[in-house]
């Protein structure tokens, strides 16, 4: 019996230990553009190490995840960040996990609204993309360089994930 994980409401405070929400907020308002544009400054900064390592824009388009869902993996980038920002309108999944000596910790999953985006910091393990109900388009801003990127972990025994109530 797979231990069964709960959907939380994805909130700034909630997901700082992993990384940013994007997402307009009160306090980070500049007004631009003669008044006509608020410009929601520096909600989250993407970061890439390494020599000849650049920040690409890409999009990600995603088909919808079975419910119920068996989680039994999650994966790092070690050299970057990496954001995803919706672009068609519906919620979304974001699975993250404390770093456990190496390895993920019990994961966390929060249900993103689709004015959220969210940011992972380098080095964060969380689940690839989730996509809810349709097929669903992303912005994503993350690293190319040379290096391995990505570092997956399977887990022994698999979490379930119930299907989201909207
Ligand atoms: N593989 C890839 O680019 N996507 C994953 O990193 C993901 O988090 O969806
Ligand atoms: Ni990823």
Redesign the pocket.
């Given at each position: 019996m797979s231990e069964r994980l709960a959907i939380e409401p994805l909130t700034r405070e909630a997901f700082a230990p992993f990384g940013d929400v994007i997402e307009c907020r009160a306090d980070s308002i500049r007004m631009i553009n003669g008044g006509t544009t608020e410009r929601h400054h520096a909600l989250a900064r993407p970061e890439v190490v390494g020599e000849g390592a650049s920040v690409i824009l890409n999009i990600?388009r995603g088909q919808p995840r079975r419910f119920p869902y068996s989680l039994d993996m999650m994966?790092r980038?070690p050299l970057g960040s990496?954001s995803?920002s919706p672009l068609s309108g519906r919620p979304y999944l974001v699975v993250v996990s404390p770093d456990e000596d190496g390895r993920p910790g019990r994961p966390r999953v929060f249900l993103a609204g689709a004015h959220q985006g969210v940011n992972?910091h380098r080095n964060v393990w969380?689940?690839?993309?989730m996509a809810l109900g349709t097929v669903c388009d992303f912005l994503?801003a993350?690293r190319e360089g040379p290096g391995n990127n990505?570092e997956e972990f399977f887990f022994d025994n698999p979490y379930e994930i119930e299907e989201p109530t909207p």
């Open positions: 990600f994966e980038h990496q995803f992972y969380h689940h690839p993309l994503i993350d990505l």
